[in-house]
C-alpha cells in the first residue's frame, strides 16, 4: 500500500526531473560539440590574417575565402613546421624558376624543396601569383562566391594530391563561414558596408550575392553603334560580336550599355581574361548545350576547353558538367566531349 502510494505521489515528477535531466544533457553535449567543431587556433588565425586575404582578392581577383580556407588547412593555422620556420602558409614547393630561399621538409618524398619567405604577407602574394599561372587559369572563369567550384577546380588543376582536398576546403569555408570575407570587398565597393566590417548577416550577404546577379541592363540593341563597326552574328541562338584590335571588355561593356562584369560574366570570363583580336563575344548568356547539329567534338592540339564554349555557344560550367568532369581539369588530345 505505500509503496503503491509512492509511486502515485512521485512517479509524475520522477519523469519531469527524466525529460529535465535528458534535455540538459542534450545541451550540455551540443556545447561540447561546438565547442569543438569550432578551433580557437583556427578562429585566432582567421582573426590575424583575414585581412590579407581580403587584399589578395582586391589585387589578384582570388576569393578571400579560399585563401583563407587553404592557408588554415596548409599551415595546420600557421603552426606548421613550414609556417613556423619558413613563413609559408601554402604548402608551394619550389620550382625551376624559384629565385628565392628554400626550406626542407618530408611530404610526398623525402626532403623536398619549399619556398621560404622573408614574412607571411611575402607568402600569401606568392601564393596568389602561384595561382595566375596558365595552369589555373580555367578558375577565373568562375565567380568569386562559387567558393565549391574553386576548391574541386583547384584540385582538377593539381595544386594538391589529396583526394579529399575539396571537401577539407568547403567544410572549412562553411563551417568559418569564411565566404563572408569574399563577399565584403562587394559590398565594400558599393558603399553598403564600411571597410572595417566583415561579419556580415544574411540580409547583407543576399545583397551581395544579388549585386553579382541582376546586373543586366538590357541595351537598345539595333540602334547602337557597335553593330556598324563591328563583325555580329548568332551562335547557338546568341547574339555575339568580334573583337577588334585594342578592344577590351570595358570597351565593349561602354558600347553595350552593360556593366564590364556582366559582359565578363556572359562570356566566362569574370576576372583576368582579357580579349584577343578577332574573339567572339556574346552579349546575352549563352545557352547550357550546343546546336543539334553539333552533338560531339573532339578536342584537338591547341583548342582550350574556354574556346570550344565560345565556338558552340554554351556556358564553360556546362560543358564539364556534361562531360561528367571536374571543373578546370585539363583536357586531352582526341577526348571526345558532349556538346548537348
Known amino acids: 500500500m505505500y509503496i503503491s502510494k509512492f509511486f502515485t505521489t512521485f512517479a509524475p515528477n520522477l519523469c519531469v526531473m527524466k525529460k529535465i535531466f535528458t534535455i540538459v544533457s542534450l545541451l550540455c553535449f551540443c556545447s561540447i560539440l561546438w565547442s569543438q567543431a569550432l578551433n580557437q587556433t583556427y578562429l585566432d588565425y582567421i582573426a590575424q590574417y583575414r585581412d590579407m586575404a581580403i587584399e589578395q582578392q582586391r589585387k589578384h581577383g582570388i576569393p578571400a575565402s579560399i585563401t583563407m580556407a587553404q592557408g588554415i588547412l596548409e599551415s595546420s593555422a600557421g603552426t606548421s613546421y613550414l609556417a613556423v620556420n619558413g613563413n609559408n602558409h601554402f604548402g608551394i614547393k619550389c ?58 577546380g583547384l584540385k582538377a588543376c593539381g595544386y594538391a594530391t589529396d583526394p579529399k ?3 577539407k576546403l568547403i567544410r572549412l569555408i562553411e563551417l568559418y563561414k569564411l565566404n563572408e570575407l569574399t563577399f565584403d570587398t562587394i559590398l565594400v565597393a558599393s558603399g553598403a558596408v564600411n571597410e ?71 562570356n566566362d570570363a569574370l576576372d583576368t581574361r582579357e580579349l584577343q583580336e578577332g574573339d567572339i563575344v556574346y552579349i546575352y548568356p549563352k545557352k547550357k548545350k550546343a546546336n543539334r547539329k553539333y552533338p560531339s567534338y573532339y578536342f584537338k592540339t591547341g583548342d582550350t576547353a574556354w574556346g570550344i564554349a565560345q565556338r558552340y555557344g554554351i556556358k564553360l ?9 571536374p571543373y578546370g581539369t585539363p583536357l586531352t588530345t582526341y577526348q571526345r566531349l558532349r556538346l548537348r
Open 95 to 152: 620550382t625551376s624558376d624559384w629565385p628565392g630561399r628554400t626550406i626542407h621538409r618530408d611530404d610526398d618524398k623525402a626532403n623536398e624543396c619549399f619556398r621560404r619567405y622573408a614574412s607571411v604577407g611575402d607568402s600569401y602574394e606568392d601564393h596568389s601569383l602561384f595561382l595566375l599561372r596558365p595552369r589555373y587559369q580555367s578558375l577565373f572563369a568562375l565567380s568569386l562566391g562559387d567558393y565549391k567550384n574553386w576548391a574541386f
Open 165 to 167: 582536398y575539396p571537401e
Open 196 to 266: 572595417g566590417k566583415l561579419h556580415l548577416n544574411q540580409e547583407e550577404i543576399a545583397f551581395a550575392q544579388q549585386e553579382q546577379e541582376d546586373d543586366y541592363v538590357a541595351p537598345p540593341m539595333e540602334e547602337l553603334q557597335i553593330f556598324h563597326n563591328h563583325r555580329s552574328g548568332r551562335i547557338n541562338g546568341v547574339r555575339y560580336v568580334i573583337a577588334g584590335p585594342n578592344e577590351t571588355f570595358a570597351s565593349l561593356a561602354l558600347y553595350l550599355n552593360m556593366y564590364e562584369r556582366t559582359l565578363r560574366k556572359y
Open 317 to 325: 560550367k556546362s560543358l564539364y558538367e556534361m562531360n561528367g568532369i
